[in-house]
């Protein structure tokens, strides 16, 4: 970009920053999210440093304005303290509500809609919703989350979260904080306000019992005025700022002399009790919580429906900004208490409660082109080659675009300055195009009528938004399919990576995943880079990964919209035994006869396993292309082994050790590969990540740990070496 080209897109960006100012700060609106505005004037103030002469009075660049510490005790949870899975959208919220629904009976569904006691709808009618639950519905503070144990009324003991089973004695320091009660009401003035409120069983319960032992659960936060005094000290002292509130909440509860945790002014809501007074609902738990002396936070709100739910949700997404503290979504809670424990747990998480978040992090960026993408399955994608920009610590060069309605929607062109916006870990998406910054030379997309890489016609699926190439030989899509299948989560087969896959497709030496079993050392040997050696071990590896588990042959056959653990799901379906037997104990090839000879309704009958999904396998076992794979590779020798199902609550179910724990393993194993360490875990109930998140419950750490060590180290998560994962699984 030369000098003068600099002066036009400055010009631009000084008038699309001011209009976004004058809208936020005067008319109280907002277009584009905080993050994206910010990202607007960092590339202003970054042209001008270079172009320091095109600085003008009027620019907006001018205007003036862990890991546990081993000194605290541990404690250990009398259940376990469980964190939620998220959503990011309405969509998101309903496949969650359909889920969980399939594990409940019409009568049960029915009994859920109780009436709450004080709570009325935002707006908007909710009649005519068919199968819905009522649900509760919490801001979900930005904060840590702690539990408090009170013994004859008096607090006794409080602790962090920590792994869920076991956590941090930090019970001085929360004492410092005023919205925690260091001692219960009476049970008089407990009894008199919950007859009040109309819970007199509730009430007769606790003049029964008294009040001997009482369990709650919390979050433990700190103000915006607080959050923004302290940073204030930290800059006049030189020192560096803390980057957001719940860093300096939970740095504080952790600090070692509690007269500096006062010195804080912490604040606390209280959301969970677990001690039992017959409580029937969620937001019962509340109003005990409320009569007994707790803090609890007044916006939170009964919803008798998903509509409600949205609504709640909008409400706040708006209004969060009026509130004293920060928010990042709100957490939504199946409100039945029967209903709830009923639904159970998957891995870390609730099946009747999900965080259903705010708006995803963003940032600003140009479209420097706009190229096609052939899937596996034929789905052509255009995804969009982005200017580098960084998003929530990661550099982020493309984004999808996912098909050609989307982009007409967005108006995007390329040259286009646009927002990008990641929610969670996903593939990052153009949230709006900003066409006031275009200067004339941006250019149109049109989507071409022809596969770009075998020229095939693309044909407009009827079911979904998007192109696929007619192709079924299509040579990007048999590349994909190959790199698939050969891929560690697949066969994982050793030395058959993508390039070595393109020399033999390059040679016409395979087509299909059953070739790669008819390969012979001669007919590797004289590809490029190959020799008498790296040919032999080629073919030996190949070999050696004839056998494989029912899951993995599932997903590396590249089904649509089929993953990992939809993958396990028909494994332990279609290759189980009926109910009586102590393992899945029919061959694997007997389970894929089994998926072959299923009706669609068997497919959809599946937990976590909707419509569309389950018409993609159903289709995909009733393709004689596919058919004839299969037989194929039954008759090169491919053995299935199949998995195990471990059915809780079954006489020989030995406790399913590992339920409800999420592993994450970097280095190397000595004992085990870690695809057999993986598979392990599975068996037992538990669940494996490729990545750390607050959400994980053990890093298994062998010979030369990678990153995941230090980040696992940052977020408190338990490292353990080989030697502890072994007793652990034995």
């Known amino acids: 970009m030369d000098k003068y080209q600099a002066k036009q897109r400055i010009d631009k960006l000084k008038t699309v920053i001011r209009h976004h100012r004058y809208l936020y700060h005067v008319l109280d609106k907002q277009e584009i999210s905080d993050q994206a505005l910010d990202s607007l004037k960092k590339e202003l103030y970054d042209l001008e440093q270079k172009y320091p002469e095109l600085i003008t009075a009027d620019s907006p660049t001018q205007r003036v304005g862990g890991r546990p510490l081993k000194e605290f005790k541990k404690t250990r949870h009398q259940e376990r303290m469980l964190s939620f899975n998220d959503a990011f959208s309405k969509e998101d919220m309903q496949d969650w509500q359909t889920r969980f629904l399939k594990l409940l009976t019409p009568l049960e569904v029915k009994?859920?809609?109780?009436?709450?006691?004080?709570?009325?709808?935002?707006?908007?009618?909710?009649?005519?919703?068919?199968?819905?639950?009522?649900?509760?519905?919490?801001?979900?503070?930005?904060?840590?989350?702690?539990?408090?144990?009170?013994?004859?009324?008096?607090?006794?003991?409080?602790?962090?979260?920590?792994?869920?089973?076991?956590g941090e004695d930090i019970t001085q320091n929360l004492k410092t904080i005023e919205a925690i009660p260091l001692e219960i009401r009476s049970n008089k003035e407990v009894i008199e306000d919950l007859e009040?409120?109309?819970?007199?069983?509730?009430?007769?319960?606790?003049?029964?019992?008294?009040?001997?032992?009482?369990?709650?659960?919390?979050?433990?936060?700190?103000?915006?005025?607080?959050?923004?005094?302290?940073?204030?000290?930290?800059?006049?002292?030189?020192?560096?700022?803390?980057?957001?509130?719940?860093?300096?909440?939970?740095?504080?509860?952790?600090?070692?002399?509690?007269?500096?945790?006062?010195?804080?002014?912490?604040?606390?809501?209280?959301?969970?009790?677990?001690?039992?007074?017959g409580q029937t609902t969620h937001e019962e738990k509340h109003e005990i919580l409320k009569a007994l002396g707790f803090k609890i936070n007044k916006n939170n709100k009964y919803c008798k429906s998903l509509k409600e739910v949205f609504l709640f949700h909008n409400y706040w997404q708006e209004k969060r900004k009026k509130l004293e503290y920060e928010i990042d979504g709100i957490v939504v809670i199946v409100n039945n208490n029967k209903i709830f424990e009923k639904l159970g747990v998957v891995g870390k998480a609730p099946r009747g409660a999900i965080a259903f978040k705010f708006a995803q992090s963003q940032s600003t960026t140009q479209v420097l082109d706009i190229k096609l993408q052939v899937g596996r399955t034929g789905a052509v994608t255009p995804v969009a080659i982005l200017k580098p920009v960084q998003i929530s610590g990661i550099t982020i060069t493309r984004a999808t675009l996912h098909n050609e309605d989307e982009i007409k929607r967005l108006g995007i062109k390329i040259g286009d300055t646009v927002v990008v916006g990641r929610a969670g870990d996903v593939i990052p998406d153009i949230i709006k195009v900003l066409p006031e910054l275009r200067q004339g030379s941006e250019k149109d997309f049109n989507m071409p009528g022809f596969c770009p890489s075998c020229n095939a016609k693309l044909e407009k699926s009827k079911t979904e938004a998007l192109w696929r190439c007619s192709n079924s030989k299509c040579f990007a899509r048999q590349r994909r399919a190959l790199y698939h299948f050969a891929s560690k989560k697949a066969f994982n087969i050793e030395g058959l990576g993508p390039k070595i896959i393109d020399k033999l497709l390059d040679d016409g030496l395979i087509q299909d995943p059953n070739d790669l079993f008819e390969l012979k050392e001669g007919d590797v040997v004289n590809l490029q880079g190959f020799a008498e050696k790296s040919a032999e071990n080629l073919i030996k590896s190949i070999s050696e990964r004839k056998e494989i588990t029912l899951a993995k042959f599932i997903y590396a056959l590249g089904i649509r919209n089929?993953?990992?653990?939809?993958?396990?799901?028909?494994?332990?379906?279609?290759?189980?035994?009926?109910?009586?037997?102590?393992?899945?104990?029919?061959?694997?090839?007997?389970a894929i006869e089994n998926l072959k000879k299923a009706e669609l309704k068997d497919f959809e009958s599946i937990l976590n396993i909707g419509p569309i999904v389950a018409k993609s396998v159903w289709e995909w076992f009733n393709n004689k292309d596919n058919l004839k794979l299969l037989y194929k590779l039954n008759r090169a020798g491919i053995k299935i082994k199949n998995h195990p199902v471990i059915r809780s609550g079954a006489p020989w179910d030995d406790g399913v050790k590992l339920k409800g724990k999420t592993f994450v393993l970097t280095g190397s194993l000595e004992t085990m590969a870690r695809d057999a360490a993986q598979e392990k875990i599975r068996n037992l109930g538990g669940d494996v990540s490729s990545s750390m998140s607050s959400?994980?419950?053990?890093?298994?750490?062998?010979?030369?740990?990678?990153?995941?060590?230090?980040?696992?180290?940052?977020?408190?998560?338990?490292?353990?070496?080989?030697?502890?994962?072994?007793?652990?699984?034995?």
């Open 111 to 166: 009994k859920s809609l109780g009436k709450s006691k004080k709570n009325k709808p935002l707006t908007g009618s909710t009649e005519g919703q068919k199968k819905e639950v009522g649900f509760y519905c919490e801001l979900k503070i930005d904060g840590l989350a702690i539990e408090l144990i009170y013994d004859n009324g008096i607090l006794k003991t409080g602790s962090t979260r920590g792994d869920g089973s076991i």
């Open 196 to 277: 009040k409120k109309g819970l007199k069983n509730i009430a007769d319960n606790i003049n029964k019992k008294g009040l001997k032992e009482i369990v709650a659960r919390g979050e433990v936060f700190i103000s915006k005025k607080e959050f923004a005094e302290i940073n204030k000290i930290q800059s006049q002292m030189g020192l560096d700022t803390y980057a957001n509130p719940r860093n300096i909440a939970a740095g504080s509860v952790r600090q070692l002399d509690p007269k500096v945790t006062a010195m804080r002014h912490l604040d606390s809501f209280a959301y969970e009790l677990i001690t039992d007074f």
């Open 562 to 590: 089929i993953g990992e653990e939809t993958s396990v799901d028909l494994a332990n379906k279609f290759g189980s035994r009926p109910e009586g037997t102590r393992l899945a104990q029919l061959s694997g090839w007997a």
């Open 695 to 730: 959400k994980t419950s053990y890093l298994i750490a062998g010979a030369e740990p990678g990153s995941k060590l230090k980040k696992a180290e940052k977020l408190g998560i338990k490292v353990i070496d080989e030697k502890e994962f072994l007793k652990m699984i034995k």
